[in-house]
């Protein structure tokens, strides 16, 4: 069972990968043919740059970090925000910063809990 669980996992990160590299390649074209690149567009590119980078670290370790998602989050929340920001009203975006905000906040409380400079020491395995 855990071999077929094991061998699940690495097909489903192959088309997740492949998928990735593709939807890259569309925007690419679309940027071209365009003949304009914007902030989002960048934002979605790091997007998909972030997705690869947990792949490789999944396939490596075969484990992930609560790190690689969140600043996913944090960017495709910063897109949205940016792609609707011209068409809605100002006060509706209180709540996509408030999420940016509460995931920032996570990002630093995972890091400060495993940093040296607060004294903290790690656990013993």
């Known amino acids: 069972m855990d071999n077929i669980t094991k061998t699940l996992q690495l097909v489903l990160l192959g088309v997740i990968l492949v998928s990735t590299v593709i939807a890259v390649g569309i925007e690419i074209r679309v940027m071209f043919l365009n003949q304009s690149v914007t902030l989002a567009d960048l934002l979605l590119m790091f997007l998909y740059l972030e997705v690869m980078a947990m792949v490789r670290v999944f396939w490596e370790q075969q484990s992930i970090s609560i790190s690689l998602p969140l600043l996913i989050a944090i960017t495709a929340l910063s897109r949205f925000i940016i792609l609707q920001g011209k068409s809605m009203d100002p006060s509706a975006l209180l709540y996509e ?26 656990r013993k395995k």
């Open 97 to 122: 910063a408030g999420a940016i905000l509460l995931i920032a906040a996570a990002i630093v409380v995972l890091r400060l809990r495993h940093s040296e400079k607060l004294g903290i020491s790690k």
